[in-house]
């Protein structure tokens, strides 16, 4: 049994490890969120009382405090997904970005690298820093056939992800120079269960469901890689227990998708939802509607707007053995379902937190 530290474990795929790890392992752990806008304990609902989970409310650029955990718990691994990973707030405020993607990673592998000093060699062989990044730190592929692979050069184009790419270098850097025991791993774009409403997937949902248009950037050309987060979350197990020190993993859906597709993928699962009774409780917003897909409506682009990434997750799959369960298909149908399904969820946060707004604007 390990101790280990998840860092951003209130988030959207934090959580999706979380629960994974304590419904399949016998691993402790302990979930360190400052509890931002998009931090929820809500997703942690099913775990929070399980006895090998244990949360802390620590901002991950508090040095004093991070090595007070370190101290405590004496952790075997980091998985680090703390993170602001939004584009459209990186454009409206991207000091928000710098301070926790770049000098929150650089604070946590600074306390990383001084508690591995101090431990005993068998303590020491068995330690990981586990870094989750993004394919956008390699920036836009436009409309050629390439995919990123491990070997693709770092070409970020937005504030987030030049954000993500500094934070990739550090710990990069960490482990060459420091002999930190590190592996980093990028991810192409997640969905599912428990996202924060701002994304597509949930905003389009959700939107839809109250009547709203469907705003979508462009002409809606954009291709993204779409990987289920719980596929990822068992990505992530893997190459923290199995993957080799010092290597990139690209972790990947091999589900590439306009966002147009997407939208409309969306719009016939809740046409679909609509005739078989399930949208009784929306009644009041979408009673005259008769296909979704006319709430669609072309917005201007955001600056800056990537034309395509996609994911050649062939190494991860060679040598660690992972592949994705989910074909887009059945994992869109699971997430509107459980959108559905959950409105204890998702309700507090339209009513408190985000409304559905359009972010990224501010600055254009």
């Not at 070409?155 to 930190?180: C, F, I, R």
Request: glycine share 6%; with cysteine; net charge negative.
């Amino acid at each position: 049994m390990h101790t280990i530290f998840i860092t951003g474990g209130a988030g959207f795929i934090g959580s999706a490890v979380i629960r994974y790890l304590l419904q399949n392992t016998h691993h402790t752990v302990v979930n360190i969120d400052k509890l931002t806008y998009a931090g929820n304990l809500a997703s942690l609902d099913s775990i929070q009382h399980h006895t090998n989970y244990h949360f802390e409310q620590v901002d991950i650029c508090d040095r004093e405090k991070i090595a007070q955990l370190f101290s405590h718990y004496q952790p075997d691994a980091v998985m680090h997904l703390a993170a602001e990973s939004h584009v459209d707030r990186s454009i409206d405020k991207p000091s928000d970005f710098i301070q926790t993607n770049i000098i929150g990673t650089y604070t946590l592998l600074e306390i990383s690298r001084e508690y591995y000093s101090q431990l005993l060699p068998e303590k020491k062989s068995q330690f990981r820093f586990h870094h989750i990044s993004t394919d956008e730190v390699f920036g836009d592929l436009e409309d050629s056939a390439k995919l990123f692979t491990e070997q693709t050069a770092y070409s970020p184009n937005s504030p987030y992800s030049a954000s993500k790419a500094a934070s990739d270098h550090l710990v990069q850097a960490w482990g060459e120079t420091y002999g930190l025991p590190v592996v980093i791993s990028n991810c192409s774009n997640n969905y599912g269960p428990f996202q924060f409403p701002e994304k597509l997937i949930p905003l389009m949902i959700l939107n839809a469901l109250h009547g709203k248009t469907l705003p979508i950037y462009g002409k809606g050309d954009q291709i993204r890689d779409w990987l289920f987060v719980e596929d990822h979350a068992k990505a992530l197990y893997r190459v923290l227990t199995q993957g080799k020190i010092g290597e990139h993993y690209n972790i990947g859906g091999w589900n590439e998708k306009t966002n147009i597709e997407v939208v409309q993928a969306i719009c016939q699962l809740l046409n679909i939802a609509k005739k078989e009774g399930k949208l009784t409780a929306y009644s009041d917003y979408i009673k005259d509607i008769e296909d979704f897909s006319s709430l669609i409506q072309f917005v201007t682009d955001r600056p800056g707007h990537d034309k395509r990434y996609a994911i050649d997750a062939s190494k991860i799959k060679i040598e660690l053995g992972w592949q994705p369960e989910e074909i887009f298909e059945t994992g869109l149908a699971k997430t509107v379902d459980w959108y559905l399904e959950n409105t204890h969820w998702w309700q507090p946060i339209l009513e408190q937190r985000y409304a559905g707004q359009r972010l990224g604007v501010d600055n254009i």
